[in-house]
């Protein structure tokens, strides 16, 4: 099976903070992709990345970096968090050919005060 | 991506096949129609995609209407644990994101 994975399942930070979410996925995916999902709003699409070292911003992706130095790990990197990134973040990967998925983890729920 | 729309909520009683409708009649030729769902405080989980056959898989079945306007996927015996959000999503194979629309709440009863 696919196995996503995502450092924390809750995390509390402070304003100002620098935050790391840290996703893995064990099945040689290229593409992984980081979302968040809020109440009203649905899965809204971060950054994705569909190779080593390569990134491309989705919808919302101010106030976001992401860093993918080898091909199992996408870190989502907020520097500087604010409250309004308080919000549900998930990580998902597919394979760039095929139609299968993609998978998402369990998610990491953000409280930032 | 082609729109789709579900109704926002259905029941079912457990033991019971649960259906859920999708309408994507504005679907392109080459996207396929994929279900997720999504447990409270969890992340979306793949159940199955299709792109003009049925499908079946261990989890449910997936009916695509031959105009391929609408699809309906089949929860054979539903169970209490099957209570979550389906999603219904259309789009190119190798897009890179999936877009996720307000989904169906399908709550099975006792």
């Known amino acids: 099976d696919v196995k996503v994975t995502q450092s924390s399942r809750y995390l509390v930070k402070r304003t100002g903070e620098k935050v790391f979410l840290e996703c893995v996925q064990d099945?040689?995916?290229?593409?992984m992709f980081w979302y968040r999902q809020d109440p009203g709003l649905g899965l809204r699409l971060i950054y994705f990345s569909y190779d080593v070292k390569m990134k491309e911003k989705g919808d919302i992706p101010e106030g976001y970096s992401v860093s993918r130095e080898k091909k199992e790990r996408f870190s989502l990197i907020l520097e500087s968090a604010s409250t309004n990134q308080t919000s549900m973040y998930l990580c998902?990967?597919?394979?760039?050919?095929?139609?299968?998925?993609?998978?998402f983890g369990p998610g990491t729920r953000l409280t930032v005060l | 991506d082609a729109k789709t729309t579900q109704p926002p909520s259905m029941d079912c009683a457990e033991g019971r096949a649960a259906n859920l409708p999708c309408n994507h009649s504005?679907?392109?030729?080459?996207?396929?129609v994929y279900w997720y769902r999504q447990i409270h405080s969890q992340g979306p989980q793949y159940i199955i995609h299709?792109?003009?056959n049925n499908e079946t898989n261990e989890m449910a079945s997936l009916i695509i209407t031959e105009d391929r306007k609408s699809s309906t996927l089949i929860l054979p015996h539903a169970t209490l644990r099957d209570t979550a959000v389906y999603y219904c999503?259309?789009?190119?194979?190798?897009?890179?994101?999936?877009?996720f629309g307000a989904g169906t709440r399908l709550t099975v009863k006792p």
């Open positions: 299709g792109l003009k």
């Open positions: 099945m040689d995916h290229e593409n």
């Open positions: 999503i259309v789009r190119v194979s190798g897009n890179n994101d999936m877009r």
């Open positions: 504005t679907i392109s030729g080459n996207e396929y």
């Open positions: 998902a990967s597919s394979l760039e050919k095929g139609t299968g998925g993609p998978f």
